[in-house]
């Protein structure tokens, strides 16, 4: 009989991708990409171009006027937000104080 590898709680992101928009570096959509344990996921570049489709599918927005970010989502805190440096195509929190205006 063989035996299926087991796994344990939720699956951990292998790859974190941030939807913005190109101009404003406003997020529009955050993916997180995982495997089974024995799978593969597609290469990087056909995740970015996955991503980007759907984004402009679901958001009826035209790629064009989005980009892709790899992201480290476990940096990220909670309760906090981000936006994209559209000139150094960094992740930034956005200040508190930022926020409430």
Do not use: C, N
């Not at 790899?70 to 929190?93: H, N, P």
Request: aromatic share 2%.
């Amino acid at each position: 009989m063989d035996q299926q590898p087991e796994t344990r709680g939720r699956l951990e992101p292998a790859h974190s991708l941030v939807v913005y928009d190109a101009e404003t570096g406003q997020i529009l959509r955050i993916h997180h990409f995982a495997a089974m344990p024995g799978a593969e996921l597609p290469p990087r570049a056909q995740l970015h171009e996955m991503t980007l489709k759907q984004a402009a599918a679901g958001l009826g927005r035209e790629m064009a006027g989005m980009k892709v970010l790899d992201i480290d989502a476990k940096a990220m805190k909670r309760k906090a937000s981000y936006r994209v440096s559209t000139s150094d195509g960094v992740l930034v929190e956005i200040p508190a104080a930022a926020r409430e205006v």
